[in-house]
């Protein structure tokens, strides 16, 4: 039976979703933006590699300080930092200011509303307020809300054509990072009106108060309590393992996901409004890929429905460089997107479920960093095979890593279906 959803994680949900309507926009407008300044595809793949890794160093320091000082004040920053840096890229477009503002916004990276480098303290916060027998259909649902906010967000990044008359060229985009500013604006209250003094959820005392089933043994055959050290060790294993899986995956998606709206401007030669259309119905199906993934990873465990799901969108991204026309690359873009990123929430609730929630943080930081530190990498390696017309290579690349990464997932993951430890076996 479903257990109801605590309230605050529901202001938290609600915050994901107003918070990715604005990154739903960015994934559309940030790269015309820039082209519209005449930047590169080099140069553009190149900020959105340094926002990356700005990130990724950020991520790291969030995960521990939330660990120790609480999670509520690292939001309220990062929703601070957006305001601030979307009234920048309105007010300077043409020194380091608008370099800045990007890079330290993570605009254009798509993160279906997760709250950018200060994730870590984001989810470690929903998996303190979600037993963790319900982490995999809840984070499912709470990314197909972020993916529902992207897919409203990539209509409004589309329709910068309505406006040009009376803001021509690249100022046509200057009213969505208003709405940035204050979509972000909103989310401070709501997250100032949210009290972070709550219990932890109730199934999830292990590992003080491990089952006798995963229970180690004593010499005499009879379960006896871990120690610290050796719930340490298996707690920075699972860590390992994931960091080391996650470092392909972010590669992969590195290489095509930020750099979609100037591919498909560049290959067919459409406007916005297309490419904002074919976004949100992409994101508008990852939504509901999302609740469906959750409810696969209900009936056959998380990983498995990981597995299957990311293999069928590696194979539809090889075909997405051969098709003719921008319809037909349309349609299987949608599909791959909605196939690929409807994982998120079981792939999230599986990485806040490897630790304590003393490391939880910690545990979402390592999650997120080995992720985002390869993925930074990815669209100045994009960005320079487009500038040599080398329009195909990126997609066979990432093709190739899903695929590996799809196998080293289940392999590494699948004795985490098997039992129900929050700590994978070693």
Request: charged share 15%; proline share 4%.
């Amino acid at each position: 039976m479903q257990a109801k959803i605590h309230p605050q994680a529901k202001r938290l949900m609600l915050v994901r979703g107003l918070r990715s309507i604005g990154q739903g926009a960015m994934v559309v407008d940030l790269a015309l933006y820039l082209r519209a300044l005449n930047w590169s595809a080099t140069a553009i793949g190149t900020i959105l590699s340094a926002g990356g890794l700005f990130g990724a160093a950020l991520i790291l320091v969030v995960g521990v300080l939330s660990d120790r000082y609480g999670r509520k004040r690292f939001l309220l920053v990062y929703e601070a930092l957006t305001v601030l840096c979307s009234v920048i890229a309105i007010w300077d477009t043409h020194t380091i200011f608008l370099a800045l503002a990007i890079i330290i916004a993570g605009f254009g990276r798509g993160q279906s509303g997760a709250a950018g480098p200060f994730s870590p303290a984001e989810q470690a916060w929903m998996a303190r307020l979600v037993p963790r027998s319900e982490r995999g259909r809840v984070f499912s649902y709470n990314s197909a809300i972020g993916f529902l906010g992207m897919a409203l967000g990539a209509v409004i990044g589309g329709s910068t054509q309505l406006w040009q008359n009376k803001f021509p060229g690249y100022l046509a985009f200057h009213p969505v990072f208003m709405l940035i500013a204050l979509i972000s604006l909103v989310c401070v209250l709501i997250i100032a009106s949210i009290s972070e003094a709550v219990d932890e959820a109730s199934d999830d005392a292990y590992p003080t108060a491990p089952s006798a089933q995963i229970a180690p043994l004593d010499r005499t055959g009879n379960t006896r309590a871990e120690s610290e050290s050796e719930i340490w060790r298996k707690e920075n294993w699972a860590m390992f393992k994931l960091g080391l899986i996650n470092a392909l995956n972010g590669l992969a998606i590195g290489m095509t996901g930020p750099m979609m709206a100037y591919w498909f401007a560049a290959r067919y030669h459409v406007d916005a409004a297309a490419i904002g259309s074919t976004m949100a119905v992409a994101f508008l199906l990852t939504s509901v890929s999302s609740v469906l993934n959750g409810l696969l990873a209900a009936r056959f465990g998380m990983v498995t429905a990981v597995t299957w799901v990311r293999i069928v969108g590696a194979i539809l991204i090889l075909f997405l460089p051969l098709s003719p026309n921008f319809a037909i690359a349309a349609v299987i873009y949608v599909a791959r997107n909605a196939l690929n990123r409807g994982t998120q929430g079981a792939r999230s609730a599986l990485g806040a479920s490897l630790t304590r929630d003393k490391r939880r943080g910690f545990a979402t930081s390592i999650n997120a960093f080995s992720m985002r530190i390869t993925s930074s990498i990815g669209p100045t390696i994009a960005g320079y095979l487009l500038d040599m017309n080398q329009f195909a290579l990126p997609f066979y690349i990432t093709a190739g890593l899903q695929f590996i990464y799809a196998g080293a997932y289940q392999k590494m993951f699948r004795s985490y279906e098997r039992d129900e430890s929050p700590v994978l076996e070693g």
